[in-house]
């Protein structure tokens, strides 16, 4: 499977390292709006061209991951793109996601394409356990928690602040309403009760801190809903204290079963990641080769990990599949 990479930042060089580990995959070309000289990857041989000549060498990949953020890149990369390759992304706009679905589906059918939108684990992981848990125990309540740990979404978000050099937003679960969780309790919890998010940020000289502040806490489906702390620091303390990007989280689902709903269940799917964008990565470079392999038979349109069957994940044969892990 020949991969192509569009944007090389901590996402684009993680899909680097999980094609490293996948023998079945082939890295053939980097895209970058940047200037290409600039860019050293980590594959000896392996061109960097710019954005613009993309088409180029549509007939040369199997599958383009798009590795551009959520907010601006991918609503216009993903359908743009799905009209000349196959293409996975890692949207993750919960809230965006129909609409993303549906303007991917029409560009990819058209040219007869399949594009996965979503991947990564939160939505990819999380949301199938999700629906495994609700369809189980379908008498039961969901409570999904994310972290501790650094959001590339939402620090992305942060980062395309006018006066924003750089910054880091980290995700913080309410231990409290987690143990409440865990207990079977059954607590009613709203968004803000469940999560607090921190936001470490360098602002540029003379920016206004309080309009940037203001502009982070009343961001609609990034902070608006929870409780921010927005803390601003100097470009040196970023580097030595915040340069990690690690996350995780915990997907629980309580539910009753038996004829009088007498028994308790807690399902819980937990991740601990020193690295969000290396696992998101791995997590896409396995969707992938469903991508390659749903088109090889015929499929097109936009699909999410929902539409997947488990067994395309994996390079390894039914036979070897029903004999080393069912």
């Given at each position: 499977m020949k991969i192509g990479i569009l944007g090389y930042g901590n996402l684009g060089k993680g899909i680097e390292c999980a094609i490293?580990?996948?023998?079945?995959?082939?890295?053939?070309?980097?895209f970058t709006r940047r200037d290409p000289s600039t860019v050293k990857l980590l594959t000896a041989g392996v061109p960097v061209y710019n954005v613009k000549d993309i088409l180029a060498h549509k007939d040369e990949i199997d599958v383009l991951v798009l590795c551009g953020g959520s907010a601006t890149d991918?609503?216009?990369?993903?359908?743009e793109y799905a009209k000349y390759f196959n293409v996975i992304d890692s949207f993750d706009t919960h809230a965006k996601i129909?609409?993303?679905?549906a303007n991917v589906d029409a560009a990819a059918k058209s040219s007869n394409h399949v594009a996965l939108i979503s991947a990564g684990w939160d939505p990819g992981m999380f949301s199938l356990n999700r629906l495994y848990a609700n369809c189980i125990l379908p008498?039961?309540?969901d409570y999904t928690f994310w972290g501790k740990g650094v959001s590339?979404?939402?620090s992305d978000a942060i980062r395309r602040i006018e006066g924003v050099k750089n910054g880091k937003q980290y995700?913080?679960?309410?231990?409290?309403?987690l143990d409440a969780v865990r207990s079977g309790s059954n607590p009613e919890l709203t968004t803000r009760q469940k999560h607090t998010r921190e936001c470490f940020v360098v602002a540029e000289e003379g920016a206004d801190k309080a309009r940037?502040?203001?502009?982070?806490k009343e961001m609609p489906n990034y902070f608006a809903d929870y409780d921010t702390t927005v803390h601003f620091i100097s470009e040196e303390e970023l580097l030595k204290n915040h340069s990690g990007i690690p996350h995780g989280g915990f997907v629980i689902r309580t539910g009753k079963t038996g004829w009088d709903n007498e028994f308790n269940n807690v399902i819980e799917y937990s991740l601990k990641l020193d690295s969000n964008p290396?696992?998101?990565?791995?997590v896409i470079i396995a969707y992938a080769r469903a991508v390659n392999r749903l088109q090889k038979e015929g499929k097109s349109g936009c699909i999410t990990v929902f539409d997947v069957a488990p067994a395309y994940l994996s390079p390894l044969s039914g036979d070897d599949l029903r004999a080393h892990l069912l």
């Amino acid at each position: 499977m020949k991969i192509g990479i569009l944007g090389y930042g901590n996402l684009g060089k993680g899909i680097e390292c999980a094609i490293k580990q996948n023998p079945d995959c082939e890295l053939k070309a980097v895209f970058t709006r940047r200037d290409p000289s600039t860019v050293k990857l980590l594959t000896a041989g392996v061109p960097v061209y710019n954005v613009k000549d993309i088409l180029a060498h549509k007939d040369e990949i199997d599958v383009l991951v798009l590795c551009g953020g959520s907010a601006t890149d991918l609503p216009e990369q993903t359908p743009e793109y799905a009209k000349y390759f196959n293409v996975i992304d890692s949207f993750d706009t919960h809230a965006k996601i129909p609409q993303h679905f549906a303007n991917v589906d029409a560009a990819a059918k058209s040219s007869n394409h399949v594009a996965l939108i979503s991947a990564g684990w939160d939505p990819g992981m999380f949301s199938l356990n999700r629906l495994y848990a609700n369809c189980i125990l379908p008498n039961g309540t969901d409570y999904t928690f994310w972290g501790k740990g650094v959001s590339q979404g939402h620090s992305d978000a942060i980062r395309r602040i006018e006066g924003v050099k750089n910054g880091k937003q980290y995700t913080i679960p309410v231990q409290a309403a987690l143990d409440a969780v865990r207990s079977g309790s059954n607590p009613e919890l709203t968004t803000r009760q469940k999560h607090t998010r921190e936001c470490f940020v360098v602002a540029e000289e003379g920016a206004d801190k309080a309009r940037i502040e203001k502009e982070i806490k009343e961001m609609p489906n990034y902070f608006a809903d929870y409780d921010t702390t927005v803390h601003f620091i100097s470009e040196e303390e970023l580097l030595k204290n915040h340069s990690g990007i690690p996350h995780g989280g915990f997907v629980i689902r309580t539910g009753k079963t038996g004829w009088d709903n007498e028994f308790n269940n807690v399902i819980e799917y937990s991740l601990k990641l020193d690295s969000n964008p290396a696992f998101t990565s791995s997590v896409i470079i396995a969707y992938a080769r469903a991508v390659n392999r749903l088109q090889k038979e015929g499929k097109s349109g936009c699909i999410t990990v929902f539409d997947v069957a488990p067994a395309y994940l994996s390079p390894l044969s039914g036979d070897d599949l029903r004999a080393h892990l069912l």
